[in-house]
């Protein structure tokens, strides 16, 4: 495989999605990057908004934040984070990131997995 360079402003990126909750931009993934192996992602947190609750059956995904404070929800435990945190969710685990604040938030995600598996879960509240 030969090396990508994904320069801030020259990296081929799929559309960013974006939803009441934030924004997701890939910056890698095999669809971008046939057979990378993982994914990384760009996430904005709109302010007082909280991303859906779902799992990753097959990857593990790691969360650094770059901006912003934020609650992380991971298997019902709640983690509040600052910029320069890391959170690791495992292969399985729920989780969502919730933001209280009235800024939006950043962070970069990634995946052990380049085309990963989202599996939604109906809140009980």
Same mark, same amino acid.
């Given at each position: ?13 799929? %559309?960013?999605?974006? $939803? ?8 890698? $993934? #095999?669809?971008?990057?046939? =057979?990378? +192996? ?9 302010? $007082? ?11 593990? %995904? ?13 298997? #019902?435990? %709640? ?12 292969? +399985? ?6 933001? %209280? ?10 995946? =052990? ?5 989202? $599996?939604?879960?109906?809140? =009980?509240?």
């Amino acid at each position: 495989m030969q090396p990508t360079l994904h320069a801030s402003g020259h990296a081929r990126k799929l %559309e960013a999605h974006s $939803e009441i909750w934030g924004a997701m931009c890939w910056l890698i $993934e #095999d669809q971008l990057v046939p =057979s990378a +192996g993982v994914s990384v992602a760009r996430m904005t947190i709109n302010a $007082e908004a909280i991303s859906p609750t779902h799992r990753h059956p097959n990857c593990n %995904e790691t969360i650094v934040l770059l901006s912003g404070n934020v609650t992380c929800i991971v298997d #019902d435990q %709640e983690y509040l984070i600052k910029a320069g945190d890391v959170v690791f969710v495992p292969r +399985g685990s729920a989780h969502a990131i919730r933001n %209280e604040t009235n800024r939006a938030a950043v962070a970069m995600l990634s995946y =052990s997995a380049g085309a990963r598996v989202y $599996e939604a879960i109906k809140n =009980s509240e």
